[in-house]
């Protein structure tokens, strides 16, 4: 076999479409122009409610540490997963974003055919903060407590209904929890977001609602009544609500939640994103709507909240298993 020589100007050519193929092949990043364009941030919650507010808010902040639009894009339902799947499936370029709420662990182990595995397809780059939950009912209801409440789901089992935003999100699985340790039975009624939840129980359809603290204004008008909150301590603008274990209720609940990327994400692009996500996630702006809603900064970074995430999804899977929940 004959080889060619290859003369000094194409080897210069070779070398140079080498060079050029090697530059295009590198992350945006690497050349200073990671973001150049706009980044999609998926909220997996309908607008309006607490979810929804408190990521607007994150996003127009991070967009001014990034030097690019953070826009918002709402795809509620399937409880809260619907941006990871979303995400689980794209370029990972990190000009797409989602909220990782806590039923993206949960979800996925609660059904036969997982959209998703939350483990291998997700980069976990911030996380945020964690909710104040709580149960409310109309302030027209019968129960003045939650242990009236459990008394009569336990005198009447299957006619309470409550709502929450959706199968697998941590008031879901909290109330069944709830229900578990108190021996009763209530139904569940999945719904898009807090605000479908608030007008399920403003209009009857549902006796009660388990929700993040988008009742509280709800409560404060006086047309809810709280009959308790989720945290390990009272929350401070409804310090007559009492805990869970205060009565009795040995659970916990803050379900934290942060901003995650499809996997394969370059670090340097992680970088950039945890750095610009640390300080929106600091800056005044946001840290009043977090008080608004009674909720307190929990800040990981991409290594911590990683390990974070691992933990939960064999934690959870522990508890579906137990409790034999399905989606």
């Known amino acids: 076999m004959t080889v060619s020589p290859i003369g000094r100007r194409s080897a210069l050519g070779l070398g140079l479409g080498a060079a050029v ?10 050349q200073g122009r990671f973001p150049d364009k706009s980044i999609r941030m998926i909220v997996p ?84 903060t964690g909710y104040l939950f709580g149960v409310v009912v109309r302030a027209d209801a019968p129960w003045q407590s939650f242990r009236d409440l459990v008394a009569y789901a336990k005198a009447n089992p299957g006619k309470i209904s409550y709502g929450t935003p959706g199968a697998g999100t941590s008031l879901h699985i909290t109330m069944e929890q709830i229900a578990a340790k108190e021996g009763v039975e209530w139904t569940h009624v999945p719904f898009r977001g807090a605000s479908e939840n608030m007008q399920s129980l403003l209009a009857g359809d549902t006796q009660v609602s388990a929700e993040t603290s988008a009742w509280a204004e ?24 009492p805990t869970l274990k205060e009565l ?30 640390r300080e929106a996630a600091q800056d005044p702006a946001h840290v009043a709507m977090l008080e608004r809603y009674d909720m307190t900064p929990a800040f990981l970074g991409s290594a911590d909240y990683t390990a974070a995430a691992r933990r939960q999804y ?14």
């Not at 530059?23 to 990043?29: G, H, I, K, S, Y």
């Not at 709800?218 to 609500?241: D, I």
Request: charged share 20%; glycine share 10%.
């Open 45 to 128: 919650w309908s607008p309006g409610g607490a979810s929804d507010i408190l990521m607007r808010v994150l996003s127009e902040q991070a967009s001014k540490r990034l030097g690019q639009p953070v826009v918002v894009e709402n795809k509620s339902g399937a409880g809260g997963i619907l941006g990871a799947q979303l995400v689980a499936s794209s370029r990972p370029d990190g000009y797409i974003l989602t909220q990782t709420p806590i039923s993206v662990f949960r979800y996925p182990q609660m059904v036969a055919r997982p959209p998703f595995d939350p483990m291998k397809d997700i980069t976990y780059i911030a996380q945020i």
């Open 21 to 30: 193929a090697s530059a295009l092949a590198r992350p945006a990043v690497a």
């Open 218 to 241: 709800l409560v404060q008008s006086g047309q809810f009544r709280l009959l308790c909150t989720w945290g390990a301590e009272r929350a401070k603008r409804f310090p007559n609500a």
């Open 248 to 277: 009795g209720i040995d659970i916990v609940s803050t379900s934290p939640y942060g901003v995650g990327g499809p996997a394969g994400l370059d670090p340097a692009v992680v970088r950039v994103l945890e750095n610009a996500f």
């Open 314 to 327: 064999e934690e959870d899977g522990a508890m579906i298993r137990r409790l034999g929940l399905k989606a």
